[in-house]
């Protein structure tokens, strides 16, 4: 059975991120995360609801080794989740575009819809 710390470090591997990364979306040190993973001190509650929230982990997993690592989200928990993000977001330019997306009718949306998924599929 694998520790908190090594679920830890699972998830950062999981999300492909260094502990200078991973650290930086925590607001937490590079040394703090390194003693988390080698089981060298145990995070507290906050960081480890805070860790869950932010990467969508399951906490039971995360404390216990039990269950799913992932908690799969709704459409909507997704959708509401991205809408909180964009409200602090510091980029006008999103804000803009989907301010003046509210004043456009169907027919217009429909046209909107359809450029940008053939802009996705160029990626």
């Known amino acids: 059975m694998s520790s908190l710390g090594m679920r830890i470090k699972q998830i950062r591997k999981q999300e492909g991120l260094n502990q200078t990364e991973f650290a930086n979306k925590l607001g937490s040190t590079i040394g703090a995360l390194s003693r988390y993973e080698i089981d060298k001190v145990k995070p507290n509650d906050v960081f480890i609801k805070h860790l869950c929230k932010v990467f969508h982990i399951n906490e039971e997993w995360l404390r216990n080794g039990n269950g799913e690592m992932y908690i799969t989200l709704t459409d909507e928990e997704q959708f509401s989740e991205i809408l909180g993000e964009l409200l602090?977001?510091?980029?006008?330019?999103?804000?803009?575009?989907?301010?003046?997306?509210?004043?456009l009718d169907e027919t217009d949306l429909t046209i909107i819809h359809q450029l940008v998924d053939r802009l996705l599929e160029k990626r």
């Open 88 to 103: 602090v977001s510091e980029n006008e330019q999103i804000k803009d575009i989907i301010m003046k997306t509210l004043e």
